[in-house]
């Protein structure tokens, strides 16, 4: 990311060596002072050298752009992104999110890790570096997230993170789940005191957290989190000093209720708070945008343009301490600025990254070309064959009917799965689904060759499906292949289509494949157009809904199955998985009793 000479730098600083590119007749956006004033932009190379009079900066080979008047505002951030859910290679994605003025990121590359582990980041890294686009990297405090300890292709320990964090390409401790800090797991105390030794800030997830809770992840030095449910609970991290996000995702949806801290509360908590997309999709950023769309959400609730702008921009480069690098138009920061001719109505027309012009006048000018990839990317799938017979729920009870408890799905917030008592009927020691009363089987299969265990299955609400199956290795955060389906025949064809075919995404009925999305990068993304995946992933939705499924994104929403950072319960390859007692258990119960909780603690 520092590529140029600092003595080199500091004379193009001083004029004495000519910019490469100057925008002129424009009116800067000044996040810093949170002024609108006219000003010229010099860069060179990659980053800015000055602002305001540029004419000393201006050589025979400096290369003009006329803003026109347009408003010169600096390059978005996304504050927090699981860039793999996207199904874009880093690659495409950059070619789908820098038109929408998104042009830095914070990820943890987690589901690459786990699937390819350190070998694979090194290349991922590199594809980055080859784009306009600037991923600022925190090495993920654990991996896997879930608590049990399920089964994934490479483990992110504390002996990771004493080599990884003293890799210039970290800037951070991503995702720090707050029950590893309140349990004092022992990889996770010693990532955050390496984290303290090599000053990086330990990034949080702490959904719901408030009280005790909140303040004992303060204490272990988390510092910033994009997990609100509510602007109360967003109100009470910051007047804790937390940094906080507000996500904005393709498939949930915190803004309107998160802003109120700004637009109900106090408007000058404003610089306190940022963005973020979490997961977002192609579709969703064709049709709508990216961090573009969430600035104009923000104008549209009653946030002032300048604020907006700058929680979409200097707010999370300061949140994340790299504010030196991003975050606004001044010099020594990299180019990345956007022409805009109305700050509310905020449509992009030019875009530079790195000082590159990537968008012109509405157009993409800049050319992506994807890298080659080794086989560490393309051979992840190593599950073996299942059959039928493993895609069921078995029990020795004897009774015609049973209990048993079916993650439901809530259709607004899908991360968040109660628990659904349900009675099903059992036929030749086999618990049946029951697809009439929206009871599927759900399993997840491990993929990358660490076990020979049987598949862990379920039950699952929410999909409505009357017939088929449907399947995915793309899958956060273990990307272990998730399945649901009203019949265990058609699971085992979805998932060993999977196998056979590198990864991806299937819809099976009948025992016909209806529609299948190849990801054969890691299983989880590919070097499609993004406007290609969007039609793709339309092409899936469409035949979802045919099969009785009316959710908005049926396949993302079943790939948040395996997650057990949020409540109430999961499922991953060690079986169903309760969030409060972070424990595995048996979905099947003789009787009706809970016990004051949906999971079996009778003993009758």
């Known amino acids: 990311m520092y590529r140029e000479d600092i003595r080199e730098m500091i ?6 060596i000519p910019a490469d590119l100057v925008i002129k007749n424009g009116k800067l956006v000044n996040v810093n002072s949170a002024e609108i004033y006219t000003a010229d932009v010099a860069i060179y190379r990659s980053k800015i050298v000055a602002t305001g009079d540029v004419s000393a900066y201006i050589g025979n080979n400096t290369k003009e752009i006329d803003a026109k008047g347009k408003y010169i505002v600096p390059g978005l951030i996304d504050g927090h992104l699981h860039i793999e859910c996207s199904k874009l290679s880093m690659t495409s994605f950059a ?56 089964n994934v292709g490479f483990n992110v320990t504390a002996q990771t993170h004493a080599e990884v964090q003293k890799w210039p390409e970290v800037f951070g401790v991503w995702e720090t789940v707050s029950e590893f800090i309140e349990n004092q797991h022992d990889d996770v105390m010693k990532a955050i005191e390496f984290a303290r030794v090599n000053r990086l800030p330990v990034f949080g997830c702490a959904p719901m957290t408030r009280g005790h809770k909140l303040n004992s992840i303060l204490c272990a030095g988390v510092r910033l989190d994009h997990e609100s449910y509510d602007h109360e609970e967003m109100m009470e991290k910051i007047r804790k000093g937390m940094n906080v996000i507000i996500r904005e995702s393709s498939i949930s949806h915190f803004l309107d209720e998160n802003v109120k801290v700004i637009t109900h509360l106090n408007p000058r908590l404003s610089r306190r708070v940022s963005f973020c997309t979490d997961d977002v999709i192609a579709s969703d950023i064709i049709a709508n945008g990216h961090m573009d769309k969430l600035i104009r959400m923000a104008i549209a609730r009653g946030v002032d343009p300048m604020t907006a702008i700058q929680m979409g921009s200097i707010n999370s480069a300061e949140a994340y301490r790299i504010d030196h690098l991003v975050g606004s138009i001044s010099p020594g920061r990299f180019a990345d600025i956007l022409l805009v001719e109305d700050l509310v109505k905020f449509e992009i027309d030019t875009v530079i990254a790195k000082g590159q012009i990537v968008v012109q006048d509405n157009e993409t000018v800049y050319n992506f070309v994807a890298p080659k990839r080794s086989n560490v990317l393309l051979q992840s799938m190593k599950l073996k064959p299942v059959t039928a017979d493993d895609m069921k729920v078995r029990t020795d009870l004897k009774e015609a009917r049973v209990h048993a408890l079916s ?3 809530d259709f607004d917030i899908p991360f968040v799965r109660r628990g659904r008592q349900v009675e099903l009927d059992i036929k030749d020691g086999v618990v049946m689904p029951d697809p009439a009363n929206d009871v599927l089987y759900a399993t997840v299969v491990e993929r990358f060759g660490k076990t020979t265990t049987k598949p862990a299955v379920g039950f699952c609400s929410g999909w409505k499906l009357k017939a088929g199956a449907m399947a995915s290795s793309c899958a956060p955060d273990d990307n272990n292949v998730v399945c649901i389906g009203t019949n265990s025949e058609d699971m085992a064809i979805a998932i060993n289509y999977l196998a056979e075919n590198g990864g991806g995404q299937v819809i099976v009925k009948d025992g016909k494949v209806l529609g299948f999305l190849s990801l054969p990068i890691c299983g989880i993304v590919s070097d499609l157009d993004p406007f290609t995946m969007a039609a793709e992933e339309e092409k899936l939705l469409q035949l979802a809904r045919q099969l ?55 003993h009758h």
């Open 11 to 16: 004379d193009a600083g001083a004029a004495k």
């Open 95 to 150: 070619k789908a999110v820098l038109p929408h003025g998104t042009t830095s990121i914070i990820s943890g590359l987690d589901q690459y890790i786990v699937t390819a582990g350190l070998e694979g980041i090194k290349e991922i890294l590199a594809e980055i570096d080859g784009t306009p686009l600037k991923v600022f990297w925190g090495l993920p405090f654990l991996t896997p997230y879930t608590l049990p300890k399920s």
């Open 407 to 409: 993650l439901d799905v």
């Open 548 to 602: 009785g499924c009316d959710l908005p994104d049926p396949l993302f929403y079943m790939c948040c199955l395996q997650i057990t950072a949020i409540p109430d319960y999961a499922i991953t390859d060690l079986g169903v998985i309760d969030f409060h007692e972070q424990k595995t258990f048996a979905p099947v119960f003789k009787c009706g009793c809970s016990h004051g909780k949906l999971h079996p603690k009778c």
